[in-house]
């Protein structure tokens, strides 16, 4: 009877997924039949002009503009020579670009709207790095739901997000935006953000299409100085860099976005290998490519075209099909499909790939769909919203250290005092991409604190920490010359028992354009931790940043650490409720923390060299630094919690098997602590040797577990051929037979070990 019910379910649920996917492909095909009637009704110019898409410039009340280059966009968004806008936002401003483009040009051609929604719109949820701190998939693609269903609501179609750029170097301000250092993660991760977005159905007015960005390599800047040459290998670029772009192609990401930098010689923007050969032709991809900001024109800086006319022409004929912010195409692309240079049907090929964006979008039945300011009043901000961010911020949270049971505190009769500028900064936690944010709207750790009523809390700044700026100029000064707050905080920490110290970075010292050659605490900040240190020793570090630091005195010297990132909007109570234990924290790091910047890059997946180990005492001829070791602080993967879990019982159904074969892992968690927590179970595997050397492990999947104290659970992998493929010797994705080791813990640094051999 079981049987004859699954196979019924089988055999529904088949039919459900058949019948869903006849009529995707039959909207496909109506969508691509009208594209082609459109594309025959429109002149080269208006061809040209969606391949075009220009920054913001409206005025919502003033009339039209006359200075320079807003004239000069208002004039060709009227005559049909722009496809899309970038940071025009709001139901009022939105509404107003897009009745000029649908009711003043000839075609009527809705333009698309694109805006940063990096992490969250106007209820900001965690940087994304934050984010991938949790591991946990559904509530990642919750908060990108979120994000999709603000953006929707305030006018906008699009978001340049996920930035799925693999990165290994903290000092690349960048990393805050991406999903960390490790490519398996960051597939899945990436492939959860598109899905959130986006959802199923792109016309729906809570869905936004999705860019996955930056393609590619941008993570991999050289001394992580941003925008700077990348020059890696090709194993590196199929085995580390692409995976999770092309995981996003999977999930029907609907944009790319190429990227500033050079690859081996060629910047991306202008790279056909990338565009042509990888994205469009192998991986089948049939969404379009935007530029980065300004990213054709720079080919002329890079060196690689002698004027903008040529940067233009090697951007189109290499696969970007819309020009952001150069002014290249609408002022080149003509005369270079006149002279010959450019191929028309490259041109046809770029304007289908927009149109049929916008019209998956749901933007020719009805260009104002996003548009309805009874919708954009609801959504933004509502409370499901703030407590959707809340749960993600507070499974962002990586506990990093808690030594002398300081930690969750005691709910009464305990005197805190609270030191740092970043304890009452109600701006930081939002991060730099929180461009539709209001100022200072998060929840300052002080206020999420004071919440808890029962113990005295008294605060002090330390030391000044200069407030980061929203309109992207530099900050010089970081709170680095005025001490005179640290007499007062160390007075104040002498009179309590346990001090939180809210250190870090602000909001602004990280991301775009943010490169730092040092990752300690800024500023003066290590001498005011030092200094209060000296007359109460149980201090509470909370970290609050967008990278990771090097922070050994503090892993040394103070009992407990935890990272919190910059959290957004909901950031002081997630912090408060993981500080009292209302939340026991889960998270596990995303990118290793080094000991020292000269280690970087430093990462868990590393290669063994030939010297991998001292082979004598006090030889020095082997893989080493002279002054420091090579291990990192906290390696990819850690994380604890307030409980404790212990790994045992590592079982494998078979140590031989072949293609097409299963391998059941199974071993057993167990909470050996005294509250409910839970693990993240991670699963590595060595290929022990192959025809390119491969990493010492490389993370091969991941289950969150819940236990309650004493509870032990089964946790099972299946190991296929599949997960042991890679970018061979022979320039193909294959799994080689051979002997691989099989790692199960809590974080890279695993507990458990085994090993099987795949067979011809
Ligand atoms: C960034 C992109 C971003 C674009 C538009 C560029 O500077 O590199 O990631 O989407 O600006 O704001």
Redesign the pocket.
């Known amino acids: 009877m079981k049987q004859v019910l699954i196979l019924i379910y089988v055999i529904c649920f088949w039919g459900k997924l058949h019948a869903q996917e006849t009529v995707d492909n039959v909207k496909q095909t109506e969508i691509s039949q009208k594209v082609e009637v459109l594309l025959a009704k429109m002149t080269l110019k208006e061809k040209i002009g969606q391949m075009n898409q220009y920054?913001g410039f409206w005025n919502v009340t003033g009339p039209a503009p006359t200075n320079g280059g807003a004239a000069i966009k208002y004039e060709h968004l009227k005559s049909g020579q722009v496809g899309s806008m970038?940071?025009v936002r709001g139901v009022a401003e939105v509404r107003k670009v897009q009745k000029i483009a649908v009711e003043e040009t000839r075609l009527g051609i809705p333009l698309i709207i694109?805006?940063?929604v990096?992490h969250g719109y106007k209820t900001i949820s965690p940087i994304p790095l934050a984010e991938a701190a949790s591991w946990d998939l559904a509530a990642i693609k919750k908060s990108a739901e979120v994000a999709a269903s603000e953006a929707a609501a305030s006018g906008i179609n699009w978001t340049?997000?996920p930035?799925v750029d693999i990165s290994r170097d903290a000092r690349w301000g960048?990393v805050m935006?991406g999903a960390g250092e490790d490519p398996y993660l960051g597939s899945k991760i990436g492939y959860a953000r598109v899905k959130g977005f986006q959802g199923d159905d792109l016309s729906k007015k809570n869905t936004i299409a999705a860019?996955a960005?930056?393609f590619a390599a941008?993570g991999f800047a050289e001394s992580g100085r941003d925008y700077n040459t990348v020059d890696v290998g090709m194993a590196t670029l199929q085995n580390t860099i692409f995976p999770p772009f092309k995981a996003t192609v999977d999930a029907g990401v609907k944009t790319f976005?190429n990227?500033?930098n050079e690859l081996n010689g060629i910047p991306a923007t202008g790279n056909a290998f990338l565009q042509r050969e990888i994205l469009k032709k192998e991986w089948g991809y049939k969404g379009f490519v935007v530029s980065?900001?300004?990213s054709i024109n720079e080919m002329v800086a890079h060196g690689y075209a002698k004027d903008k006319e040529q940067a233009s022409e090697l951007a189109a004929n290499a696969g970007s099909d819309m020009d952001?912010e150069s002014y290249g195409y609408v002022n080149h692309l003509e005369k270079l499909i006149h002279k010959g240079k450019v191929d028309i049907r490259l041109i046809d090929d770029a304007v289908k790939r927009i149109l049929t964006v916008k019209y998956e979008l749901g933007l020719f039945d009805d260009p104002y769909l996003y548009c309805d300011e009874k919708l954009e009043k609801s959504v933004i901000g509502s409370p499901e919203n703030q407590a959707a961010v809340l749960d993600m911020a507070k499974k962002s949270i990586v506990l990093l250290k808690n030594e002398k049971a300081l930690l969750p505190l005691n709910k009464k009769g305990q005197k805190i005092a609270v030191i740092g500028a970043l304890a009452q900064d109600k701006n930081s936690p939002l991060g730099s991409w929180r461009?539709a944010a209001d100022d200072n709207t998060a929840i300052s750790v002080l206020e999420g604190l004071k919440n808890y009523k029962e113990n005295t809390i008294t605060y002090a700044k330390g030391v000044v920490l200069t407030e980061g700026k929203t309109d992207f100029t530099l900050e010089t000064k970081i709170n680095e010359d005025d001490a005179s707050g640290i007499a007062e905080a160390v007075a104040l920490a002498a009179k309590n028992d346990v001090v939180i110290m809210v250190l870090g970075e602000n909001g602004f010292q990280s991301g775009?354009g943010r490169s730092r050659t040092t990752l300690d605490l800024p500023g003066l900040q290590q001498k005011l931790l030092e200094a209060v240190y000296e007359v109460n020793k149980n201090i509470v570090l909370v970290l609050m940043n967008g990278r990771p630091l090097t922070i050994n005195w503090a892993d040394e010297n103070v009992p407990a650490i935890v990272e919190t990132w910059h959290l957004g909007t909901q950031s002081g109570n997630a912090i408060a409720s993981v500080l009292y234990g209302d939340y026991n924290p889960s998270g596990k790091l995303p990118m290793t923390f080094p000991k020292s910047v000269g280690q970087i890059p430093i990462y868990y997946n590393y290669k063994s060299t030939g010297r991998p180990t001292i082979p004598a005492p006090n030889m020095v001829f082997w893989s080493h630094y002279i002054d420091e070791s090579n291990e990192p602080l906290y390696e990819f993967g850690y994380g604890l919690s307030y409980t404790s879990f212990r790994y045992s019982n590592l079982k494998l159904s078979k140590s031989t098997f072949k293609n097409g074969e299963k391998i059941i892992l199974s071993c057993t968690l167990t909470n050996t602590g005294k509250i409910e927590g839970k693990e993240v179970v991670q699963l590595y595997i060595q290929d022990k040797f192959a025809s390119i050397t491969r990493p010492v492990k490389e993370l091969k999947g991941f289950k969150i577990i819940s236990l309650k104290p004493g509870e032990s659970k089964e946790v099972g992998f299946i190991i296929e051929e599949e997960m042991l493929q890679f970018y061979s010797a022979k320039g193909i994705w294959e799994a080689e037979e051979g002997d691989f080791n099989v790692f199960v813990g809590g974080s890279s640094n695993t507990i458990l070990e085994s090993e099987f051999e795949l067979v011809d």
């Open positions: 920054n970038l940071n694109g805006f940063d990096i340049f997000a930035m960048r935006e860019c960005k930056h941008y976005m990227s500033f980065d900001w300004g952001m461009l775009e």
